[in-house]
């Protein structure tokens, strides 16, 4: 399922995929989910760090049939931003600021209620939430976000900084790229843990 190649651009320090690689990719997933699932699937919503150029989304789409639910959003720390509040704790894990109808700020790390502590070091960024194709509600694209960053077994972290979506992609990458004699790859998460 997709295609090793030099998709990382020095230029604008991005990794891009050509229209015909992103189809290559999609189609892969797609027939891989019904494989395993017995069903297609209805939404796609595609997570990453770089932007998600025309000529990649349209490779995309071009792969979905019509009744998929197609949504392209870049998700990306953004060290510029800080919010702070008033005593001795930093804001609060799953504060939102929405900037815009289609771009949001999300603080995944930050004071947790639960435990009454702040278990970073430094003051907490924001993830910034940019839906850059389809439609979808910024939301509800932040709680599931959230939602993904709420525990990771393989770290023992509770309330990671990253979505599960973003933070296991490079690894999952290496894994899938790192043996090219491999023919037969699996495409169950559990053997990439």
């Known amino acids: 399922m997709g295609q090793v190649g030099p998709w990382y651009s020095p230029r604008n320090k991005e990794c891009h995929l050509s229209a015909d690689a992103a189809y290559d990719l999609m189609s892969g997933v797609l027939e891989t989910y019904s494989e395993m699932e017995g069903q297609p699937l209805t939404e796609v919503f595609l997570h990453c760090r770089s932007s998600i150029s025309e000529e990649e989304f349209q490779g995309f789409r071009k792969a979905c049939p019509e009744r998929v639910k197609l949504v392209g959003i870049r998700v990306k720390q953004e060290p510029e931003i800080r919010l702070y509040r008033e005593g001795c704790w930093p804001?609060?894990?799953?504060?939102?600021?929405?900037?815009?109808?289609?771009?949001?700020?999300?603080?995944?790390?930050?004071?947790?209620?639960?435990?009454?502590?702040y278990d970073g070091l430094e003051v907490p960024v924001p993830l910034r939430i940019t839906i850059q194709h389809g439609?979808?509600?910024?939301?509800?694209?932040?709680?599931?976000?959230?939602?993904?960053?709420?525990?990771?077994?393989?770290?023992?972290?509770?309330?990671?900084a990253q979505p599960v979506t973003i933070r296991f992609s490079d690894a999952v990458g290496d894994v899938l790229v790192g043996n090219p004699a491999v023919n037969k790859r699996s495409h169950k998460f559990k053997f990439y843990i």
């Open 135 to 160: 439609d979808a509600d910024p939301i509800q694209v932040a709680s599931d976000i959230l939602g993904l960053t709420k525990l990771n077994y393989n770290s023992c972290i509770l309330g990671d």
């Open 91 to 117: 804001v609060l894990r799953g504060t939102l600021w929405l900037s815009s109808a289609r771009e949001a700020y999300l603080w995944t790390h930050g004071y947790k209620p639960c435990l009454q502590t």
